[in-house]
């Protein structure tokens, strides 16, 4: 059997651990928040892309940098 872990979770928990530290910096705070997003996007994603299954053959992924410029959205839509 594969193992699969949802590195996700683990984003979103540092990030909040990381919040109090960038408190006094808007700037960074500003991209954990940005980072935060992509990380709940894909978590979601990643769950309905398990619960379908990735051999779908309906299923259309598709990868979009609207959240931050370094880190991907997936897209997941059926066809």
């Not at 651990?17 to 978590?43: C, Y």
Request: charge should be positive; glycine fraction near 6%.
């Amino acid at each position: 059997a594969i193992v699969r872990y949802n590195y996700f979770r683990d984003i979103q928990r540092i990030s909040k651990e990381l919040r109090g530290t960038f408190s006094g910096d808007p700037e960074r705070l500003s991209e954990l928040r940005q980072i935060e997003q992509v990380a709940e996007h894909n978590r979601i994603a990643l769950n309905v892309i398990h619960q379908v299954g990735a051999c779908d053959p309906s299923l259309e992924i598709s990868f979009v940098f609207g959240h931050h410029t370094c880190f991907a959205v997936a897209m997941v839509k059926r066809a």
